[in-house]
């Protein structure tokens, strides 16, 4: 503005409101360049730097708690908590550390289950070959696909949870006898289900 060009045009090119620009104009003419100057932010200053925050955030999105020495699989806040004091000196609480990590643009999730087996070259080839003859051949027949698979319980699992006092170990009364039930279920993608419930294992399923 100071060469002479016009707020509006500023304001088109820098794409912001032109009142902002209007309203740094005037800062300018009552208290010169230092009235433009960044006023600090108030309140505590952040415990953690730029560059602790930037290697927080590349360590919790390549790295997992066993390639840091931890014995856990998965990130909580309590790891993080531990892994910010041992290697930046810093001791933040878990609701801060929980702050952290959302300014990181990190969120609790429920993390997706991959078998590490996984051949990508073979899916792949399964997909845009082996399924599309699968699917022209059930076409051509009048029949549906199906992708099924198995899964079962038994009566010494343990995956629930109750409350009981601290330090006394709940004891739920259960038959010795161990049973199990195993549900074979298939869906197709039209949306079409099918299950059952049976004993033992489905061989070609085991195989």
């Known amino acids: ?3 002479g060009e016009s707020p509006e045009v500023l304001a088109k090119v820098l794409d912001i409101n032109p009142s902002t620009i209007y309203k740094w104009l005037q800062q300018y003419h009552d208290g010169g360049w230092d009235a433009l100057k960044a006023k600090p932010i108030p309140g505590r200053p952040p415990k953690l730097s730029v560059a602790q925050m930037r290697w927080l955030a590349r360590t919790i999105a390549e790295h997992n708690p066993p390639q ?3 014995p856990y699989a998965l990130w909580t806040l309590a790891l993080i908590r ?7 000196g810093v001791r933040l609480s878990e ?5 952290v990590l959302r300014t990181l643009g990190f969120s609790p999730q429920r993390p997706l289950r991959k078998a590490y087996q996984q051949d ?3 899916v792949d080839q399964w997909r845009h070959k082996d399924y599309p003859k699968i699917r022209k051949r059930a076409k051509r027949e009048g ?6 698979d198995e899964s079962g319980i038994r009566s010494e699992d343990h995956s629930g949870h109750t409350w009981g006092p601290t330090g006394e170990t709940p004891v739920v009364e259960a038959t010795g006898a161990r049973l199990a039930l195993n549900m074979l279920s298939a869906v197709s993608p039209q949306g079409h289900f099918r299950f059952m419930v049976h004993e033992g294992r489905v061989p070609w399923l085991s195989a």
Not at 82 to 88: F, G, Q, V
Not at 95 to 99: E, F
Request: charged share 20%; with cysteine; hydrophobic share 55%.
């Open 143 to 148: 029949a549906l696909v199906f992708f099924a």
């Open 68 to 70: 840091e020495q931890f």
């Open 1 to 3: 503005m100071l060469d």
């Open 120 to 122: 990508p070259a073979w």
């Open 95 to 99: 609701v801060s550390v929980g702050r």
């Open 82 to 88: 531990e892994l910010i004091r041992s290697e930046c």
